[in-house]
């Protein structure tokens, strides 16, 4: 292989593998964003679930001084009785007393209700503060893991950048330019193998006698179809 096409070919591979380099890395703060969220998303359910269990306690309270209300009001009957006279005045007095008694037996009801649930609650409570230790300790896990690959990144795309100015020192002006050219036009890919008479990256047949050209290796040829400056790689028999 010409030493020129050999060294478009090792810039090919070396910008290939900044670019997926560069990709990685913009994909790393969306990364770190939905670590955020995480948490965020778990400090949520658990302060929706301890909101959950203060409206169950208030709510309790609510009811416990109604019945107080209604305990009141039964003493009152209660101490009403010995002035009664009549027996409509009687048989009144000991209805309101039921309906009292009832409406306590209700709010009764009702406070059983909300303290089985409170326990229900709690245990929600409890598991929603444990998932948001879990997501904070997952998420400072998993941010340090993406700040070392991100310095691994950086560390990486500056050595590629070496090479990739030692290998672009061996082609002419031109020939880089023109491979420039075609790197930012074709999707980072100026450079494609044939397999065969077929170009690998847009998958047109070349022209037998252009196919037969590009096997030597010996000059700059394109694809007709995109453009792309190719090279041959000999199959190694089994």
Same mark, same amino acid.
């Given at each position: 292989m010409?030493?020129?096409?050999?060294?478009?070919?090792?810039?090919?591979? =070396?910008?290939?593998?900044?670019e997926?380099?560069?990709?990685?890395?913009?994909?790393?703060?969306?990364?770190?964003?939905e =670590?955020d969220?995480?948490v $965020?998303? *778990?400090?949520?359910?658990?302060e929706?679930?301890?909101?959950s269990?203060?409206?169950?306690?208030?709510?309790?309270?609510?009811?416990?001084?109604?019945?107080?209300?209604?305990?009141?009001?039964?003493?009152?009957?209660?101490?009403?009785?010995? $002035?009664?006279?009549?027996n409509?005045?009687?048989?009144?007095?000991?209805?309101?007393?039921?309906?009292?008694?009832?409406?306590?037996?209700?709010?009764?009801?009702?406070?059983?209700?909300?303290?089985? $649930? *409170?326990?229900?609650i709690?245990?929600?409570v409890?598991?929603?503060?444990a998932?948001?230790?879990?997501?904070?300790?997952?998420?400072?896990?998993?941010?340090?893991?993406?700040?070392?690959e991100?310095?691994?990144?950086?560390?990486?795309? *500056?050595?590629?950048?070496?090479?990739?100015?030692?290998a672009?020192?061996?082609?002419?002006?031109?020939?880089?330019?023109?491979?420039?050219?075609l790197?930012?036009?074709?999707?980072?890919?100026?450079?494609?193998?044939?397999?065969?008479?077929? &170009?690998?990256a &847009?998958?047109?047949?070349?022209?037998?006698?252009?196919?037969?050209?590009?096997?030597r290796?010996?000059?700059?040829l394109? &694809?007709?179809s &995109?453009?792309?400056?190719?090279?041959?790689?000999?199959?190694? *028999?089994?």
């Amino acid at each position: 292989m010409s030493p020129t096409l050999t060294a478009l070919v090792v810039l090919q591979q =070396l910008d290939t593998a900044a670019e997926s380099a560069r990709r990685r890395l913009s994909e790393i703060p969306s990364a770190e964003q939905e =670590l955020d969220n995480r948490v $965020a998303a *778990a400090a949520a359910a658990a302060e929706a679930s301890k909101a959950s269990l203060t409206a169950n306690q208030h709510a309790r309270r609510e009811l416990e001084k109604q019945v107080a209300q209604v305990d009141a009001r039964l003493a009152r009957f209660e101490e009403h009785k010995a $002035a009664v006279k009549t027996n409509q005045e009687f048989t009144a007095l000991l209805h309101e007393i039921g309906t009292a008694k009832a409406d306590k037996d209700a709010l009764e009801d009702q406070i059983l209700i909300l303290l089985e $649930a *409170a326990d229900g609650i709690a245990a929600d409570v409890k598991a929603a503060e444990a998932a948001l230790v879990d997501a904070k300790r997952d998420g400072v896990s998993a941010r340090n893991a993406l700040g070392t690959e991100r310095r691994h990144l950086d560390a990486e795309l *500056a050595k590629l950048g070496g090479e990739r100015a030692r290998a672009a020192a061996d082609v002419a002006a031109p020939v880089l330019a023109k491979y420039d050219q075609l790197l930012k036009q074709r999707r980072m890919i100026a450079v494609a193998q044939i397999n065969g008479e077929m &170009c690998t990256a &847009c998958h047109v047949r070349l022209r037998p006698a252009i196919a037969q050209q590009v096997r030597r290796n010996d000059s700059i040829l394109q &694809c007709d179809s &995109c453009q792309r400056i190719l090279y041959y790689v000999a199959k190694v *028999a089994s």
